[in-house]
């Protein structure tokens, strides 16, 4: 098969190209705008793969998406390009706005345009696979039951709002004009090549350069965790066994507080590389919450496994060890972009997109 991914060289798009090359023999179109979150490096073998091709271009344009699908006629879309920090929406949310909703929204048009002039069979085949975060559904209460794929929409930044637009206009297609579409709602991601404004790189590298751990509020906020190659494998599954029309909710089952991730990545440095002035924790910073910060997610997986036959099989400590691992194998990577003045500037989040997590 062709794919066509969208935003294959940001953090979760990257995971999906590695795991197509490296685990099926279907060829990748790889369409990415190229910001500032974006590594081509984060492809790794996949970058000079015979099966892979790098489209730099802007999903909002019209042309440029019509020549893509024109020129590489691709048998399945997934749709992972997207702004993705919260703190930045709140900064500046016309960026995602352009991106989310009008990006989205011209990545249908020129989809439909294509799908209805493919043979009959190519057509009753073609998927259009949406990539999304459960930010759309809001906040849980502590003792609220995690979302499924039912939960009414109820976003709360200007993220999650331009995300649940573009899901909105997702289904609209689906219903109105036929496209066979599918959405997919995840929970925090974390895992190698991760940018290092998000919470679990933020972290590790901060604790590994002896600097402070800044926390949100009290650092009770909760989130679902989902090591970054589980859900790659998770999106392959959605876009070749999704049926048109569905939602599939993908979660890690591995909730945590804000703060005991962060005690967890300093026990985790700690045992790796300790620092004679004492345990990590000491650097733990709490710092003023950010304007409307939400304060519990969490997606029952239970529908898409059973549907899909699928797991996540990282529990958090495992992907945790995994992820410090990595950075500590790749500091030229990261030593490189925190020279250019990102590190410690926000905390953010990252799903659906490029990258999420939260402080």
Not at 75 to 91: F, G, P, Q, W
Not at 252 to 257: A, E, I, L
């Amino acid at each position: 098969m062709r794919l066509m991914v969208t935003g294959g060289c940001g953090f979760i798009g990257s995971a999906v190209v590695r795991h197509v090359i490296r685990t099926t023999d279907h060829s990748v179109v790889n369409v990415d705008k190229m910001t500032y979150a974006a590594s081509e490096e984060a492809m790794e073998e996949g970058a000079g793969h015979a099966r892979h091709t790098l489209v730099r271009a802007d999903i909002a344009d019209h042309a440029a998406m019509r020549q893509v699908f024109a020129t590489h006629q691709p048998d399945l879309v997934m749709h992972l390009a997207a702004e993705t920090h919260v703190d930045r929406s709140i900064d500046g949310p016309g960026p995602f706005i352009q991106s989310n909703v009008v990006g989205t929204y011209t990545l249908l048009d020129t989809a439909l345009e294509y799908w209805r002039g493919l043979p009959a069979d190519r057509r009753a085949a073609f998927r259009f696979h949406h990539i999304s975060t459960d930010e759309v559904f809001g906040a849980l209460g502590k003792s609220d039951p995690p979302f499924n794929e039912e939960t009414p929409y109820d976003p709360r930044s200007p993220y999650s709002a331009s995300k649940a637009a573009s899901d909105h206009l997702v289904r609209a297609w689906n219903h109105t004009y036929g496209l066979p579409t599918i959405v997919s709602n995840t929970v925090n991601n974390y895992g190698p090549w991760q940018f290092p404004e998000k919470l679990i790189p933020v972290m590790i590298l901060n604790a590994l350069e002896g600097k402070p751990l800044p926390v949100y509020g009290d650092g009770t906020n909760m989130r679902d965790w989902l090591y970054v190659d589980d859900h790659a494998d998770a999106l392959l599954h959605v876009a070749l066994k999704g049926q048109p029309g569905a939602t599939y909710g993908i979660g890690g089952r591995q909730p945590r507080t804000n703060l005991e991730v962060v005690h967890a990545i300093c026990a985790a440095v700690d045992a790796r590389v300790p620092d004679p002035a004492g345990p990590r924790a000491r650097l733990i910073t709490y710092v003023t919450d950010r304007p409307g910060h939400d304060f519990r997610y969490e997606i029952d997986p239970s529908r898409a496994e059973a549907a899909l036959g699928w797991k996540a099989p990282h529990d958090f400590e495992t992907g945790l060890g995994r992820t410090i691992d990595w950075y500590l194998a790749n500091r030229a990577w990261w030593e490189k972009i925190r020279a250019a003045r990102y590190a410690g500037q926000r905390l953010g989040e990252g799903k659906a997109g490029q990258a999420k997590s939260a402080a």
